[in-house]
């Protein structure tokens, strides 16, 4: 049982995490793309793969107003909603 006691002496020092710690809208700034996936996700029985495209859009609003931090949106899951760039359009073109 004095095992259990030394568990204390080691002192833990919590750190935020990684991801999904950011700043509420208080101002509202981007409560109209939050409305339309939330209405997404309602219509579409809280299927989210049906919302995709209304996650991207309030996922960019939160981003382009600082209430989280800048992500490639290939990094947040959405690499295929993602228009090629032109050069590679142009290959996909030709071939």
Do not use: I, V, W
Not at 27 to 33: H, M, S, T, W
Not at 58 to 75: I, S, V
């Amino acid at each position: 049982m004095s095992t259990a006691m030394n568990f204390g002496s080691k002192s833990f020092k919590p750190r935020a995490p990684d991801k999904g710690a950011f700043p509420l809208d208080h101002f509202g700034e981007c409560k109209a793309f939050k409305e339309t996936f939330m209405k997404c996700l309602r219509d579409k029985n809280f299927d989210n793969s049906q919302c995709r495209l209304q996650s991207k859009d309030y996922l960019e609003c939160r981003m382009e107003n600082q209430l989280m931090a800048r992500e490639p949106l290939t990094k947040l899951g959405f690499k295929d909603l993602m228009e090629p760039p032109p050069s590679q359009a142009d290959g996909d073109a030709k071939s």
